[in-house]
């Protein structure tokens, strides 16, 4: 049975930083690309980024574009978002999210198989 567990999520001051973290079992996670959503109150889940097997490629929304890197430890079987410079806007419950593809895409959630239980991030001052 897969799992993906997520976890690092917290409550930070604007400007300040969180890594958050995705960690499989049941599954060989480095055969996948990963993908990380984020979904607010009230909004529609969306992607915010994503990671290729072997980290051939590295996707972001623009709206995290040169905040936010994704970086893989396939030793680990995991994936991990680095969020800098934190704003209030990107408060949401973060999910990780794996399909069967090597590679990242367009992909509606409906079409990723696998869910992390989601981890809250929190952005107050």
């Known amino acids: 049975q897969v799992h993906l567990v997520n976890s690092g999520g917290g409550l930070v001051q604007p400007g300040e930083s969180l890594r958050l973290s995705c960690v499989a079992s049941?599954?060989?996670?480095?055969?996948?690309?990963v993908a990380w959503f984020r979904q607010a109150p009230g909004k529609e889940r969306e992607e915010v980024s994503c990671?290729?097997?072997?980290?051939?490629?590295?996707d972001y929304a623009d709206s995290v574009k040169g905040r936010f890197t994704v970086f893989r430890d396939d030793a680990k079987n995991s994936v991990y978002l680095q969020m800098d410079s934190l704003k209030p806007e990107d408060t949401a419950v973060y999910y990780c999210?794996?399909?069967?593809?090597?590679?990242?895409?367009?992909?509606?959630?409906?079409?990723?198989?696998?869910w992390g239980q989601g981890t809250q991030v929190t952005v107050s001052s």
């Open positions: 990671v290729s097997f072997r980290e051939l490629t590295t």
């Open positions: 049941g599954l060989t996670l480095d055969y996948y690309a």
């Open positions: 999210a794996t399909r069967a593809s090597r590679y990242c895409g367009k992909y509606l959630p409906s079409e990723y198989e696998h």
